[in-house]
T-cell receptor
C-alpha cells in the first residue's frame, strides 16, 4: 500500500485559499487518492476523491499531476470552520474488493480571523 | 439519511476491566469498519466486516479484542481485559460496498479512558 507524506500543520487566515500537498511516490496504477476531514470529537468525513487531473466539488478541488506522485487539496476562501485535520489517503480500487484505508497523522489546518 | 450511530460516547474504566462498544451502520451498508484513534494520530483499522464475515482483522489484538457483526447489521467491539494503552477513540464506519473508491461514513466515536 502506498505511503503518503503531508505537512504536519498549516496556518491560514479567513478568506484565503489553502493548498495542502500530499506526496505518494509509490502510488500504484489502481490507486485512488482520497481526502478526509476531521473536526475535534468527530469521525473523519469524506471531502473529495480523484484518480487523475482535476476534480472539483462544492467543498474543494483536487489537483493530480500526470505522474500522480503527489496531489494537492485546494480549499477556496477558508473560514474559521475549516479548522480541522485533513488526511490524504491512497487506496487500491481493484484489491479483490478490499477497501483498506491507511491514515497517516494528517495535516492540522488552523484558520485564524 | 441517518448516519452511523455509536454508543456509548464516553467510557471510563480501570485497567483489567472489560468494555464493549456498539455500532449501528447506515442502513443497507454492506461493509463495516472499526478503527482505533490514539490522540494525535490518524485512525488505525482494527477490523473490517463484509456483511457478517471478517475481511481483515490483521491489526486487531486478538488476545484482548474481539468483534462481531450481528446478522450483517449492528456490530460490537469488546476489550477484555483493558490496558492503559487502549485509551483512545474507537470509530465505527460503514460503506455501501467494498472498493477503495467507496466513501466510508464515520460515526462520532466512543472515547475510552483506561485508568
Amino acid at each position: 500500500l502506498a505511503k503518503t507524506t503531508q505537512p504536519i500543520s498549516m496556518d491560514s487566515y479567513e478568506g484565503q485559499e489553502v493548498n495542502i500537498t500530499c506526496s505518494h511516490n509509490n502510488i500504484a496504477t489502481n490507486d485512488y487518492i482520497t481526502w478526509y476531514q476531521q473536526f475535534p470529537s468527530q469521525g473523519p468525513r469524506f471531502i473529495i476523491q480523484g484518480y487523475k487531473t482535476k476534480v472539483t466539488n462544492e467543498v474543494a478541488s483536487l489537483f493530480i499531476p500526470a505522474d500522480r506522485k503527489s496531489s494537492t487539496l485546494s480549499l477556496p476562501r477558508v473560514s474559521l470552520s475549516d479548522t480541522a485535520v485533513y488526511y490524504c489517503l491512497v487506496g487500491d480500487m481493484f484489491s479483490g474488493g478490499y477497501n483498506k484505508l491507511i491514515f497517516g497523522a494528517g495535516t492540522r489546518l488552523a484558520v485564524h480571523p | 439519511e441517518a448516519g452511523v450511530a455509536q454508543s456509548p460516547r464516553y467510557k471510563i474504566i480501570e485497567k483489567r476491566q472489560s468494555v464493549a462498544f456498539w455500532c449501528n451502520p447506515i442502513s443497507g451498508h454492506a461493509t463495516l469498519y472499526w478503527y482505533q484513534q490514539i490522540l494525535g494520530q490518524g485512525p488505525k483499522l482494527l477490523i473490517q466486516f463484509q456483511n457478517n464475515g471478517v475481511v481483515d482483522d490483521s491489526q486487531l489484538p486478538k488476545d484482548r479484542f474481539s468483534a462481531e457483526r450481528l446478522k450483517g447489521v449492528d456490530s460490537t467491539l469488546k476489550i477484555q481485559p483493558a490496558k492503559l494503552e487502549d485509551s483512545a477513540v474507537y470509530l465505527c464506519a460503514s460503506s455501501p460496498l467494498e472498493g477503495a473508491q467507496e466513501t466510508q461514513y464515520f460515526g462520532p466515536g466512543t472515547r475510552l479512558l483506561v485508568l
